[in-house]
Nanobody, 126 residues
Framework: VQLVESGGDLVQPGGSLRLSCAVAGPTFSTYALGWFRQAPGKEREFVAGISWSAGNTYYADSVKGRFAIWRDNAKNTFYLQMNSLKPEDTAVYYC????????????????????WGKGTLVTVSS
């Protein structure tokens, strides 16, 4: 499975940005999907996740109410809408897929994600 992120950019605090992740895989609609990020000097952290049917979404506390994840199974693509961006949201954002499960494996390392994109840089600065 190959994942390619796009949409990273420089944005001012309070602004919005939408990230996309195109997934090349035979059974995209069965994967749980997620967004993670890694800020300079910090470990990678979970941002948001979505189940195969989009019936369940999960968010890190730091982004709840500001970010939204959704998927388009017809286009093999999923998205992360980021609103009210803060300087602390600055990071490389990675999309990921779990080919083994359609539901997020909470409690498992990296929620069980086994395929990763190369990342896209989001910089929030005035």
């Amino acid at each position: 499975v190959q994942l390619v992120e796009s949409g990273g950019d420089l944005v001012q605090p309070g602004g919005s940005l939408r990230l996309s992740c195109a997934v090349a895989g035979p059974t995209f609609s069965t994967y749980a999907l997620g967004w993670f990020r890694q800020a300079p000097g910090k470990e990678r952290e979970f941002v948001a996740g979505i189940s195969w049917s989009a019936g369940n979404t999960y968010y890190a506390d730091s982004v709840k109410g500001r970010f939204a994840i959704w998927r388009d199974n017809a286009k093999n693509t999923f998205y992360l809408q980021m609103n009210s961006l803060k300087p602390e949201d600055t990071a490389v954002y990675y999309c990921a897929a779990d080919q083994q499960s359609g539901t997020l494996r909470v409690g498992v390392l990296n929620y069980g994600m086994d395929s990763w994109g190369k990342g896209t840089l989001v910089t929030v600065s005035s």
